[in-house]
């Protein structure tokens, strides 16, 4: 019997996780996936989180997509709290718009790399991350606006 139980909870974290990776594109734009999705759910008493990620890679272009919901997510959520924007000769750092929904940047003009945190929901903590290097934030912008959001938040 507690052989069936645990197999019982193992499959449902696995599908729960499964899930969360069909929401990530096989291809965003010309970004085409160079990795399967990876998954972890992390569960205890007082939370619950799921991660995925998925590379990509556009000649020597490469972004990570990593959708998070949960736990993990809220801890990042602190991000979006304080309005700022904050430039030099070297970085941005900034709290904008990202379609309809909040998001965190933060680029390396020199390396042209850096991350962009898009807030799906606050409700039920969830974001979806553009890591990236070797590549201009305004084609990074251009990504993020070929992703469906939406789709992804009402499917969370």
């Known amino acids: 019997m507690k052989k069936l139980i645990l197999s019982a909870v193992f499959t449902h974290l696995l599908i729960a996780g499964s899930n969360l990776c069909n929401l990530l594109p096989a291809k965003v734009q010309n970004y085409v996936a160079t990795s399967k999705c990876e998954y972890t759910n992390v569960e205890s008493n007082s939370q619950k989180s799921m991660q995925a990620s998925r590379d990509y890679k556009n000649g020597k272009k490469q972004i990570t997509l990593q959708l998070l919901k949960g736990g993990l997510a809220s801890q990042m959520m602190s991000s979006f709290m304080m309005p700022m924007q904050i430039e030099t000769d070297e970085i941005i750092m900034k709290v904008t718009k990202c379609k309809s929904f909040k998001c965190a940047i933060t ?28 590549t201009d934030i305004g084609e990074i912008y251009n990504i993020i606006n070929k992703i469906e959001l939406s789709k992804i938040k009402n499917e969370l």
């Not at 020199?110 to 962009?116: E, L, T």
């Not at 898009?118 to 890591?131: A, F, G, H």
């Open 107 to 134: 680029y390396n003009k020199k390396d042209k790399g850096g991350v962009v945190i898009v807030l799906l929901d606050e409700n039920t903590p969830s974001i979806i991350s553009v890591m990236f290097e070797n």
